[in-house]
């Protein structure tokens, strides 16, 4: 069925202007090269394939050809022959160079892919002040040149998936060998190659297919660090990287894992151990500081010492308000302008912070229509929300603001001890991919504790955390 | 199933919740009681109750920061009387706007004649109530109540910052309700600190004339009855046996009294200690302290460091003398105020068994205390 | 791993036993102990460690399947089923006495005028929701508590040691007669002697080599706590006063007025005491479970789990509104030695095997 292959090819082509079809006449046949210009490497192209199939048409022979063509030596580039034919319109729309030899139903490809892509930037989310300042892009091949600038070891492995009906996304699985667990490489292979949907733009999309109970809270570390990347693949998890989205998900992850930042491996192990402690305390701030002062205030005075009690219910004396109700007033405004903030044009930024700040904040309080105290209490746990380096995990520890308030302001301190114990029960029953959530703290295991709310130096740092690795021996 | 049950669980507490919230109590609907006054009241077998609470509607932040300042007294006193106190707090607190919250009580003062009737009925109405601080500071009133309650505080914003201090700042004892009850349930007794009132004249206008209260001595109880007051000098080595005493200074004088110094005691504690013997139980009271000088005028010029023997000897003459008397004093009345009835029933099991049920008795009679002092000399002063 | 595992209960049952130690039985003691518990306390915890014995020793002849499952093969099905029963009703009912005096506890003290029925849905709903997840989370989660808790227990001590008056010491070791021995002795071991529950870890967690050891260095712990307690209780207050005290530590607290947010934060070390009652309370609901399935043969606990708690506050319901009858119940002679009785299984079931097991072979033979 002589060009039928190649019929179905132009036909499935059709209305793409931006489609070249370029013949090269090879000994009196037709050899057709199919292309996207805007998406592959025009250079290289014309260098490696045109150059010489122009040179065949001038003085070679068919047969010749022929043979070196389906030996594979016929350029110095390397090509492969397409078994099923009709699989060649999807390669032509992926970036890739396909060869048509005339009268058969012979295709080839070149992996000429080249898309429009930026330099390797700086991070903009992760900021460090000492240390790499590389981050992913969006172009898969920069990404895993990166890595493999990291980890120069033949165990490095990675596994390559097509994800999406008319995506086609490339989606790469990379860990080292022998040191994840097996259940999570089995889960996220069975889940991935399971996976069927129309498209995929961003990692988010493939995460949320893997979540198994309903939970709020992130099983997946989002990054677009190399270096954390890096690490993490040393301590034995799994790292999963998509073409086009310049983050890069690990898993399996731990509460812990969550709370850590890249900035505290390039500071000394005191002022990250500080840090992190700091860290630590703000983020269960940001959870429980209004719901806390809300049930204080109003079922317990007698905790706050008498005279920070005096202050605060002077202030309290002209607000319309329950403590309960100007809680949420204040949380639900600063909500808004944090999600105002996000859209707000930059030379306009400044003008509108100045705003909310004054506006809210100072006029509110001299209005009579909010306390002081209300005030400070919600800034003091908006700035602790934005302490958390996950901004996943920043998002659910804002949403869970809201229900502690309410437990907080009807019930007292015992709803905030009902919330605190059922939120501590959920975290300490929740998976990532087996590992325990809130390890080391539930289940206790002591020696991982070296790197969860203190940072110790390297040097005592010498065993992997059982949550992640099958190994655990010596790794300094 | 589980979940669905429990989301409605959940949902039903929310509800219920927003509904009736039955103990919450908005910070700007409290008064919060800084200090309670307990009198006798006018009719016999009545109580008259007073509360002192600081008023937040007149404590602006400024005024706050500025100190009391303005026209407006920033603190309130409400009086009523009833047969028991909880039914004067009844009578309070309907005539109120707000919720009374006796949870910050700092001070209970109770005036003499009430404490000679005996504070049983505070103590257990203080036991049972759970809102109330056991560790309120107790102080008496000798004179009228009405008039230490009314003191004008000069130094500070509230009254009852002023009688707190009384009882926190060292100069007398700082008995709390929680060592009475102690004392009480165990039959013994204790001291108290007594203050006074005076009138002077107002720093700001010299025509208007205000009241002062300062501490005039101890006040001595033998089971939550008043019996007796000890004056200022003697009632400092009352305290200084229960080792909360600060920066004493005493006046001593040799050569007849043409020498005399001045010592500040830098550092004193007490310690109590008993010894069976054939006789009965002999009780020690060990008195230390370290003393500087701070004025010295010897009839002779000698230096200091020649005469610090005769002026140590001097002290240790004086301080002994007046423990000798405040304890004599609460012997003849019956009151164990260095609670030495506890060291016999640590020490001495048996013996106490057969003396506690008539222990006033026996400790009047019986009981010799000594007092061994131990005092050194830890600077000159600024001069030799 | 297993050396990991043994810690792991250990830590467990510090915390498990925690609450009990640390707030509910002190009152009781003091109540009866005038100036000799020491020696009630020592004694009692000793005699603990008896019990403690045979359960590691009735839980290590299976160790991986449960004590309901196997304990009709050492007893016979009839008074095996009869004890599971027994066990089954106790569990609830202790269940019920922590909710009402959690209820009254908070209740009286922080929360007037909340009826008490609100509370106790509330911790209801609470226990409902964290037994269903297992004995595993309920014991890695007392892990997670174990470090706070131990730092919260220095704490009270050391709010405890403040006004302790130390003079007071030499009394504990004058005072000695037999009748407040033994009544020490029996309060101390009717509490200290819980471990009949802890033969519901298994499956999840195995009793093995040294087990008993790490078990036992728990129960020291306890009694620490528990002596510790019931030492400054009597230095702080004096035995005439302590004995009329409900809650010691309440007492404590309410006696610093000092201005300082350490002082004032006794509501926050309430709610890690609170944390561990509700452990020891959604464990127990757990053996109760696990002995119901054993009469449905392991179907419907979806039913078993909100049923046996409805029944719990249930009871704590009742008590509520009969406060008198709750008192004489819970200070009764009766409920001592109901508690002892049950607490004693493990005796039973252990010195029974040890009669009958002669061999490693006996197992198979009996199925």
Same mark, same amino acid.
């Given at each position: 069925m002589k060009g039928t292959a190649l019929d179905i090819l132009k036909q499935q082509l059709k $209305? %793409? #202007? $931006?489609l070249v079809c370029q013949p090269f006449l090879i000994d009196g046949r037709t050899c057709t090269l199919f292309y996207i #210009? %805007?998406?592959? $490497?025009q250079a290289m192209l014309q260098k490696n394939i045109a150059r010489f199939l122009l040179a065949e048409s001038r003085t070679g022979s068919w047969d010749a050809f022929r043979r070196n063509l389906q030996q594979g030596t016929a350029f110095p580039v390397v090509y492969h022959a397409i078994s099923d034919p009709e699989e060649a319109p999807v390669l032509v729309v992926q970036g890739k160079a396909v060869l048509h030899v005339d009268q058969t139903d012979d295709f080839y490809y070149f992996d000429t892919v080249q898309y429009q892509k930026r330099s390797i930037a700086e991070s903009q989310n992760e900021l460090v002040v000492t240390g790499p300042q590389e981050a992913f892009i969006e172009d898969i091949q920069s990404n895993l040149s990166l890595l493999r600038h990291k980890i120069r070891h033949p165990k490095l492995k990675m596994k390559e998936y097509t994800i999406g009906e008319y995506t086609n996304t490339l989606v790469y699985v990379v860990y080292i060998e022998g040191? #994840?667990?097996?259940e999570v490489l089995a889960e996220i292979d069975s889940k991935l190659q399971s996976l069927s949907i129309d498209g995929i733009f961003g990692i988010g999309y493939v995460v949320e297919h893997f979540k198994e109970s309903s939970t709020p809270f992130p099983i997946f570390q989002y990054t677009e660090r190399p270096d954390a990347v890096a690490a993490s693949l040393l301590e034995g998890r799994v790292c999963i990287l998509m073409d086009g989205a310049p983050n890069a998900v690990i898993a399996p992850v731990t509460l812990f894992s969550l709370l850590q930042a890249s900035e505290d491996y390039f500071q000394s192990p005191f002022a990250a151990s500080w840090i992190r402690m700091v860290r630590f305390a703000f983020s269960l701030l940001s959870i429980l500081l209004p719901s806390l002062y809300v049930a204080i205030t109003t079922f317990h005075p007698q905790v706050l010492p008498a005279h920070l009690l005096i202050t605060i219910a002077s202030a309290r004396e002209r607000i319309p308000f329950s403590a309960l109700t100007e809680a949420l007033l204040m949380e639900l405004t600063f909500e808004a302008l944090r999600e105002a903030g996000m859209r707000i044009p930059k030379p306009v930024g400044q003008t509108v912070s100045i705003i909310g700040g004054i506006v809210i904040g100072q006029a509110a309080v001299q209005a009579g229509i909010v306390s002081a105290p209300m005030v400070i209490v919600v800034s003091i746990t908006g700035v602790a929300s934005y302490i958390i380096p996950h901004l996943e995990l920043g998002l659910i520890f804002r949403m869970l603001r809201f229900p502690f308030l309410i437990l907080g302001g009807s019930m007292g301190l015992i709803g905030i001890f009902a919330g605190t114990f059922v939120l501590y029960a959920h975290l300490v029953h929740l998976r990532s991919f087996g590992a325990p959530y809130l390890q080391p703290v539930a289940p206790l295991v002591l020696s991982d504790w070296k790197d969860t709310l203190l940072r110790l130096s390297s040097p005592l740092m010498n065993k992997r955390s059982s949550a992640f690795s099958r190994i655990r021996h010596r790794r300094r | 199933m589980k979940t669905i049950l429990l989301k409605i669980g959940l949902i039903a507490i929310i509800l219920c919740s927003i509904t009736g919230c039955w103990s919450k109590v908005e910070l700007d609907q409290r008064i919060f009681v800084n200090g309670l006054f307990v009198d006798v009241g006018e009719e016999p077998g009545t109580v008259k109750v007073s509360i002192s609470t600081p008023l937040t509607n007149r404590l602006d932040s400024d005024q706050l920061s500025g100190g009391g !300042? !303005? @026209?407006? @007294?920033?603190y309130s006193l409400i009086t009523k009387q009833s047969t028991s106190i909880g039914k004067a707090l009844e009578y309070i607190h309907k005539d109120l706007s707000r919720q009374l919250s006796l949870s910050e009580i700092k001070v209970v003062m109770i005036s003499e004649q009430y404490g000679e009737e005996g504070i049983g009925d505070l103590l257990e109405w203080i036991k049972r109530e759970p809102d109330v601080p056991i560790g309120a500071y107790l102080l008496v009133a000798s004179g009228k109540l009405d008039d230490a309650a009314h003191l004008t505080p000069i130094f500070e914003q509230l009254p009852t910052t002023v009688l707190l201090s009384f009882a926190t700042q060292g100069y007398m004892l700082n008995t709390t309700i929680r060592d009475c009850i102690v004392a009480d349930a165990a039959g013994l007794g204790y001291a108290a600190t007594l203050l006074q009132n005076d009138k002077i004249h107002s720093a700001a206008d010299a025509h208007k004339s205000e009241t002062w209260t300062g501490i005039k001595g101890a006040a001595l109880f033998q089971q939550g009855r008043l019996k007796g007051t000890l004056p200022y000098e003697e009632a400092k080595t009352i305290a200084w046996a229960h080792g909360h005493l600060k920066f004493p200074i005493y006046s001593v004088q040799w050569d007849h009294g043409k020498s005399k110094a001045d010592l500040k005691f830098t550092y004193t504690n007490g310690k109590t200690s008993v010894r069976m013997t054939p006789n009965g139980p002999v009780f020690t009271v060990h008195l230390k302290g370290r003393a500087s000088i701070i004025a010295k005028k010897d009839a002779s010029h000698r230096d200091v460091k020649d005469i610090s023997g005769t002026i140590m000897n001097q002290m240790r003459e004086t301080v002994s003398e007046d423990f000798r008397k405040s304890i004599a004093y609460s012997q003849q009345i019956g009151a164990d105020v260095l609670q030495l009835g506890f060291l016999l029933e640590w020490n001495a099991p048996q013996y106490w068994q057969q003396v506690k049920g008539k222990w006033p008795e026996h400790y009047k009679k019986d009981a010799e205390v000594r007092v061994v002092t131990k005092l050194s000399l830890d600077d000159y002063g600024k001069e030799y | 791993m297993t050396s990991n595992n043994n810690w792991r209960l250990a830590r467990f049952a510090f915390v498990y036993f925690n609450s009990q130690a640390s707030i509910f039985l002190i009152p009781e003691l003091v109540s009866t102990s005038s100036y000799q518990g020491i020696a009630g306390i020592v004694f009692g915890s000793l005699l603990g460690f008896i019990i403690l014995f045979y359960v590691v020793y009735v839980g290590k002849l299976q160790p991986a399947s449960s004590w309901v499952t196997f304990g009709n093969r050492i007893m016979g099905k009839g008074i095996h089923g009869a004890f599971v029963v027994m066990l089954l009703a106790w569990t609830v009912y202790y269940a019920s006495y922590d909710i009402q005096s959690f209820v009254l506890f908070f209740g009286t003290n922080y /929360?007037?005028?909340? &009826? &008490?029925w609100f509370i106790q849905l509330v911790i209801s709903l609470v226990i409902l929701y964290v037994v269903q997840l297992g004995a595993r989370t309920l014991v890695y989660m007392s892990e997670g508590l174990f470090l706070l808790i131990f730092a919260t227990t220095l704490l009270i001590t050391y709010f405890y040691a403040e006004n302790a008056n130390v003079h007071m010491l030499p009394a504990f070791f004058r005072y000695f007669d037999l009748p407040t021995f033994f009544s020490n002795t029996m309060a101390t071991f009717s509490v200290v002697s819980?471990?009949?529950?802890? /033969?519901?870890?298994a499956p999840e967690f195995t009793f093995g080599k040294g087990t008993f050891a790490k078990l036992a260095v728990a129960s020291v712990g306890n009694s620490l706590v528990l002596l510790s307690g019931w030492m400054f209780t009597l230095l702080n207050f004096s035995p005439h006063y302590a004995k009329q005290i409900q809650y010691p530590f309440l007492e404590i607290i309410r006696g610093k007025i000092d201005d300082g947010l350490l002082e004032n934060s006794a509501p926050f070390l309430i709610g890690v005491w609170t944390a561990s009652m509700l452990i020891h309370c959604s464990f127990l609901i757990y053996a109760g479970t696990k002995c119901m399935s054993y009469f449905t043969k392991g179907k419907g606990e979806g039913i078993i789990v909100p049923s046996l708690t409805l029944v719990s506050a249930g009871i704590a319901f009742y008590y509520t509104y009969h406060l008198s009858a709750y008192q004489k119940h819970y200070f009764s002679i009766i409920t001592v030695l109901v508690w002892i009785f049950i607490e004693l299984i493990p005796l039973y079931y252990g010195i029974v095997a040890m009669l009958r097991i002669r061999s490693k072979k006996w197992w198979s033979e009996q199925s």
């Open positions: $209305d %793409s #202007p $931006d #210009p %805007s998406i592959v $490497d040191m #994840p667990k097996n | !300042g !303005g @026209k407006d @007294k920033p | /929360l007037k005028g909340t &009826p &008490p819980e471990w009949v529950v802890f /033969l519901f870890l």
